[in-house]
């Protein structure tokens, strides 16, 4: 009885001391080793918070960081925090508000930067922050943070830069090609209010819809030129990563437009130089040589000719036209050419003149600011861009003033016949009407319906 009644008393204990240690989060394994029942990371700034009792930065990874009773010689598990990159952020910012300290934050873009420049990190884009978790503490018993164990940054949507921590306590990084799988879609539509409306009706992302009117822009008025009842025909490529995501839909095969009962049709040929441009049925080029509206998404607000001015209350030619836009909005090079003028001219306010060639001239007004190195004698691509809308000189609100020149005469843009691109001949011309041929058998071939569905991206 009395060593029956021990054994109980022992029992009783050991079983007493477990509990207490459950209560606590902590035990022993049989290898001495303490663990932790938590399944939260505690990372090393407080403003992260814990996970499992307040919404923080998206967190991937295992549920426990923790690897109860994992082998000796088995890889140390990494949990992966997900910080979006805000405005006005640079890397380091970035990677101080994910709690890495100053002189591993510098070691870590320092190794970066022999992939991809840390300026060229924008607003919109994320940094996924890798930790390994640390061992508990066994003699304050409670978790240290976890160590900083590099970072992945996608600065497209093929490739990914990853930094990882070196044996030797160092940083290092290498460019990781992205699993893509191409696809090619059909989508057609009747339009009833806008483009835009009628494109997403049939299931385009905004990526699409805007490469589709930039390949029309050159001629269609977007702004007065649609009309109740036009219609669209498109064929495009799509792009899905491995989580089945569209990341790029941008690239279309043919489209075509028909307004006011006349269709417009194009195609997408692509050069040897990796360059493409889309032509006509006839091998013309749809590109002109300069644009009719060098902005996206701009109002025009004030056409050409006589009008009451704003600001000096008298009637005064106005020689070009207004795009209302908000401050900021990127302004692009109307075709190639070299900047003849750039800076300050009286009611103009921020200007810039582009020559193109000995004939046409274009000129750029009220800007906010200029474009990265745009100056007196830089080469501009059509497309480039060369400012922002703003409101400086004499400006009511935040436009671009827009002038197109023939011999320095100024004439209405919208208006204006755009001086045509190139034309195919020969060899070109015959390899084009072969493909033309393939696009328009692959069309019919593919199924009508919504272009794209749940994967939609944007």
Not at 196 to 205: D, H, I, Q, S
Not at 321 to 346: E, H, L, Q, S
Request: hydrophobic share 35%; glycine share 12%; proline share 5%.
């Amino acid at each position: 009885m009395l060593l029956r009644g021990i054994g109980t008393i022992a029992g009783l204990a050991v079983t007493g001391a477990l509990c207490a240690g459950y209560v606590s989060g902590h035990w022993t394994l049989p290898d001495g080793v303490p663990a932790k029942a938590s399944s939260s990371l505690a990372l090393a700034p407080i403003s992260l918070g814990n996970p499992s009792a307040a919404s923080g930065p998206e967190t991937t990874g295992p549920k426990s960081p923790f690897a109860v009773g994992r082998a000796p010689d088995a890889p140390v598990p990494v949990v992966e925090h997900r910080f979006p990159v805000r405005e006005g952020d640079t890397l380091a910012t970035v990677l101080e508000r994910a709690g890495v300290a100053g002189a591993e934050a510098r070691a870590a873009i320092q190794a970066f930067s022999k992939k991809h420049n840390p300026r060229y990190i924008r607003s919109g884009q994320e940094l996924r922050v890798r930790y390994q978790p640390a061992a508990a503490d066994d003699q304050h018993r409670a978790a240290r943070p976890g160590d900083f164990a590099g970072f992945a940054f996608r600065p497209a949507y093929d490739s990914q830069v990853e930094v990882a921590r070196t044996e030797a306590d160092g940083f290092t990084a290498r460019i990781v090609a992205t699993n893509l799988e191409r696809q090619v879609a059909r989508a057609e539509g009747h339009i009833d209010s806008s483009l835009y409306v009628a494109g997403k009706k049939a299931g385009l992302t905004s990526q699409t819809l805007v490469e589709l009117i930039r390949a029309f822009s050159w001629d269609v008025d977007f702004q007065r030129g649609i009309r109740r009842g036009d219609s669209f025909e498109l064929m495009f490529n799509y792009v899905l990563n491995e989580d089945g995501r569209i990341v790029r839909s941008d690239e279309i095969l043919f489209a075509a437009l028909t307004l006011s009962g006349k269709r417009r049709a194009i195609y997408r040929l692509d050069g040897k130089d990796g360059a493409f441009e889309y032509f006509d049925v006839k091998g013309h080029s749809a590109q002109k040589a300069l644009m009719r509206t060098p902005i996206d998404g701009a109002r025009l607000s004030s056409g050409f000719g006589k009008r009451r001015h704003p600001i000096l209350g008298y009637t005064k030619m106005h020689r070009g036209v207004d795009f209302a836009a908000p401050t900021g909005t990127p302004i692009y090079a109307a075709g190639n050419g070299v900047i003849d003028f750039a800076g300050r001219k009286g009611g103009y306010g921020k200007y810039i003149r582009i020559r193109h060639n000995g004939t046409y001239s274009t000129a750029y007004a009220h800007m906010s600011r200029y474009g990265r190195g745009m100056r007196t004698g830089r080469r501009v691509r059509q497309g480039q861009i060369i400012g922002y809308v703003g409101t400086t000189g004499r400006s009511t609100g935040p436009h671009l003033h827009y002038e197109i020149m023939r011999n320095g005469r100024q004439l209405n843009p919208m208006r204006l016949k755009m001086p045509s691109g190139r034309k195919l001949i020969g060899n070109e011309l015959v390899r084009f009407h072969a493909l033309r041929k393939a696009l328009d058998k692959r069309y019919q071939q593919l199924p009508k319906g919504r272009a794209l569905v749940a994967q939609n991206k944007n």
